[in-house]
Each structure stands twice: as C-alpha cells, then as structure tokens.
C-alpha cells in the first residue's frame, strides 16, 4: 500500500469510530459510510473490522477501571438524588452500590436483628 493510502484508510476508520456512538445498527452505519466516503460496501466492512478491534482494545483497557468508575458514578448520583429529594433513586442507587459489595437480601435478612413483642393478658 502507498502511504497516502494508509493514512486515508487510517482516517476513514478514525471517523468511523467517531460515527459508531449514532445508535445506528452495525449494517446501517457500514452503508452510511460507504456512502459518505465514497468507498465500496466491502471496504466499508473492513474498516468496521478495523474499528471493531479499537472498540475491543479500548474495553479490554478500561475494565480494570471500570468497577472503580461506575462506583464513583453511582456514589454521585446517590448524593445527587439526596439533594434533590430523590428517595426513592437514592435507594435503588445504594441497593446496586450493595449489590457490587456482595451485599444481598439474604445477607440483609439475616443480619437484621429479628424483633419479637407479644402481649400478655392482663390478670385482674
């Protein structure tokens, strides 16, 4: 391949990746930028192939901070919904904040102190 070539399909992909983050279906984003690069559906397709390494290549780098990410956005979100007087959000927030910790409702259950009243009959 000529270098011009290289950097022209090195674009083409670049700006496909960017377009990926549309919501369109695969197929549909694949025609669209044949049509817009003026290149055939196959090299379409290709450059897809290629953007779809970068897409693997970027998850397999942000996983590990992936966890830590997440619960910084749901911590943020928890105190957003607080503030607001989001009670309900607040709590479907901290019960997936639970979830994450290996929190779960059998655990809740058994830990929760059990409260036991009765009432006796009053003898007169």
Same mark, same amino acid.
């Given at each position: 391949?000529?270098?011009?070539?290289?950097?022209?399909?090195?674009?083409?992909?670049?700006?496909?990746?960017?377009?990926? +983050?549309?919501? *369109?279906?695969?197929?549909?984003?694949?025609?669209? &930028?044949?049509?817009?690069?003026?290149?055939?559906? @196959? $090299? %379409?397709?290709?450059?897809?192939?290629?953007?779809?390494?970068?897409?693997?290549?970027?998850?397999?780098?942000?996983?590990?901070?992936? +966890?830590?990410? *997440?619960?910084?956005?749901?911590?943020?979100?928890? &105190?957003?919904?607080?503030?607001?007087?989001?009670? @309900? $959000? %607040?709590?479907?927030?901290?019960?997936?904040?639970?979830?994450?910790?290996?929190?779960?409702?059998?655990?809740?259950?058994?830990?929760?102190?059990?409260?036991?009243?009765?009432?006796?009959?009053?003898?007169?």
């Amino acid at each position: 391949m000529q270098p011009e070539q290289t950097e022209s399909k090195v674009g083409r992909v670049r700006r496909l990746y960017k377009r990926q +983050l549309d919501g *369109l279906s695969s197929t549909a984003l694949v025609y669209d &930028h044949a049509e817009k690069e003026q290149v055939s559906v @196959q $090299t %379409a397709w290709r450059d897809w192939a290629e953007v779809k390494k970068i897409v693997d290549e970027d998850w397999q780098a942000d996983r590990e901070n992936m +966890l830590a990410r *997440l619960q910084h956005m749901r911590t943020k979100l928890f &105190h957003q919904a607080l503030k607001k007087g989001q009670l @309900q $959000t %607040a709590s479907q927030v901290l019960d997936s904040i639970g979830k994450v910790i290996g929190e779960s409702v059998e655990t809740v259950n058994i830990q929760a102190p059990e409260l036991k009243i009765s009432i006796e009959k009053k003898d007169d």
